[in-house]
């Protein structure tokens, strides 16, 4: 089921972890991968590598405020997709 559910949630900006868990006890574990978007593209091949070392650092910063909050919404589809299978 886990494994299921990680090919059709969409990919986050940050790692979701996927579990099957009955009555307290984890039966599978998946974890679906994070989605990264390239913030070093407006910088063009050159570019200031401080520049860069800022943008990647303001973007962990960023997905660790994500995953504190850890909230993801899932679309519709999703759920129909799981029912069909």
Sequence with gaps: MAARLV??????QFMVAIQAVVGGDVLARENLRALRKDVTQKLKSGGDM?????LLEQQAEGKKRLRMVGNIALPRETFIKVYKR
């Design 50 to 54: 401080q520049r860069r070392r800022k």
């Design 7 to 12: 090919d059709i949630i969409p990919r986050q």
